[in-house]
């Protein structure tokens, strides 16, 4: 399958996990597509779609809270954002998602 | 002149606009793709990241002795002192 053929499936199986959890894909297309082209690279080398964004540790159990959509694992953070660490998904009602800040979680109350 | 390390991953969206908002305004810095080392280096680079309190999420971002994590401007320009 090509990269652009993967990132519209990715697309595709995303966005209702998304949606059930509050959260869209960010409207800025330019970041959406460099992040789902991240996602599509890093799934042909591992197998499995990890935040591009995060280390993995190679913890098995840690390292499945990456992947995306990774929004269940890091619900508090990623609410006080309102959008994920990557950026690929922000809540629903985000409609300038330039106007948000990555905090880092140690920085949530 | 501060001294500006940035650790990234080069999958990592805010790490390039982490290392644009330094280029742009001429201010130096080292940069060091996580991804891109070895194992030894990644596990130097994650203790660094514990020992400073953050997880190892990118970009992580050492202005002289002061840390933070993520893409944040307002955080760069204080950590800077210009705000």
């Not at chain 1, 990269?3 to 949606?19: I, M, S, Y």
């Not at chain 1, 082209?37 to 990456?66: F, H, K």
């Not at chain 2, 309190?53 to 893409?71: E, H, K, L, M, W």
Request: some cysteine; glycine content about 6%; hydrophobic content about 35%.
């Amino acid at each position: 399958m090509s990269v652009e053929a993967r990132k519209k499936a990715l697309r595709f199986l995303f966005g209702p996990t998304a949606d059930r959890l509050g959260y869209k894909f960010t409207p800025n297309d330019e970041d959406a597509d460099f992040l789902l082209e991240q996602l599509a690279g890093i799934e042909a080398q591992t197998g499995v779609p990890y935040c591009p964004c995060q280390a993995r540790s190679g913890d098995r159990a840690a390292d499945m809270r990456m992947v995306c959509p990774c929004i269940p694992f890091h619900r508090k953070h990623y609410d006080a954002m309102r959008r994920c660490w990557c950026g690929l998904f922000v809540h629903k009602d985000v409609t300038d998602p330039d106007a948000l800040r990555q905090i880092p979680e140690n920085r949530i109350r | 002149m501060k001294k500006v390390t940035i650790y990234a991953l080069s999958t990592c969206l805010w790490c390039r606009k982490t290392k644009k908002y330094f280029e742009e305004k001429g201010i130096a810095f080292d940069a060091v793709d996580y991804d891109k080392q070895d194992e030894a280096a990644q596990k130097r680079m994650a203790e660094e990241m514990k020992a400073a309190g953050f997880n190892c999420s990118f970009p992580f971002v050492r202005i002289d002795g002061a840390c933070t994590q993520g893409y944040d401007p307002d955080e760069f320009e204080r950590m800077l002192g210009e705000k």
